[in-house]
T-cell receptor, first 111, second 114 residues
Framework: EDQVTQSPEALRLQEGESSSLNCSYT??????LFWYRQDPGKGPEFLFT???AGEEKEKERLKATLTKKESFLHITAPKPEDSATYLC????????????FGKGTHLIIQP | NAGVTQTPKFRVLKTGQSMTLLCAQD?????MYWYRQDPGMGLRLIHY???????AKGEVPDGYNVSRLKKQNFLLGLESAAPSQTSVYFC?????????????FGEGSRLTVL
């Protein structure tokens, strides 16, 4: 059973059209929820860490929020350079180090 | 500052051959990780290390071995490659571990096993 589920799998927006990406998780005792950006042919790049329900983090046109069951990545007035795959991850837990990732949302921003 | 460097970037193997992927980081990080990324599967943790001389199994360790003889290097070995190991492999490092979520990834090594 997936611990991290992201939706939608793909999203196509017009430049300037705001939207949100969803990440739901089923782990108990959350030890952090993390967002990454991955460009084609590159490794993931860290964006945000969220630890507590109600917490919010912002960076340029991106804002990440966390509830007890899910996280949202809000994209405001996106530009074509925001096109990428956005990955959500949670800590493995159980005494192991490392992150478990969702399958990602492939975002395309059309000019 | 190179960050995390993976070599080779591309490799084609025949079933049963062996090979080693090298990951080098110049950030003096304690923690290092090997992930594989497959279409429709997301990133999955193979092995990780919490410091020089240590290694531990991740989610999908079978068919792989690792070594961390030097702090800056983390090697991933395939003793007898199988087509199921065709994937893109990513190495990552972190100064304080996955609790912070801030992992620095390399650009990946694309492996094809025929």
């Amino acid at each position: 059973e997936d611990q991290v589920t992201q939706s939608p799998e793909a999203l196509r927006l017009q430049e300037g059209e705001s939207s949100s990406l969803n990440c739901s998780y089923t782990v108990s005792g959350l030890r952090g929820l993390f967002w990454y950006r991955q460009d084609p042919g590159k490794g993931p790049e860290f964006l945000f860490t969220l630890y507590s329900a109600g917490e919010e983090k912002e960076k340029e046109r991106l804002k990440a929020t966390l509830t007890k069951k899910e996280s949202f990545l809000h994209i405001t007035a996106p530009k074509p350079e925001d096109s990428a795959t956005y990955l959500c991850a949670v800590h493995l837990g159980g005494g192991a180090d490392g992150l478990t990732f969702g399958k990602g949302t492939h975002l395309i921003i059309q000019p | 500052n190179a960050g995390v460097t993976q070599t080779p970037k591309f490799r084609v193997l025949k079933t049963g051959q062996s090979m080693t992927l090298l990951c080098a980081q110049d950030m003096n990080h304690e923690y290092m990780y090997w992930y594989r990324q497959d279409p429709g599967m997301g990133l999955r943790l193979i092995h990780y290390s919490v410091g020089e001389g240590t290694t531990a199994k991740g989610e999908v360790p079978d068919g792989y071995n690792v070594s961390r003889l030097k702090k800056q290097n983390f090697l991933l070995g395939l003793e007898s490659a199988a087509p199921s190991q065709t994937s893109v492999y990513f190495c990552a490092s972190s100064s304080r571990g996955a609790n912070t979520g801030e992992l620095f990834f390399g650009e990946g090594s694309r492996l094809t096993v025929l």
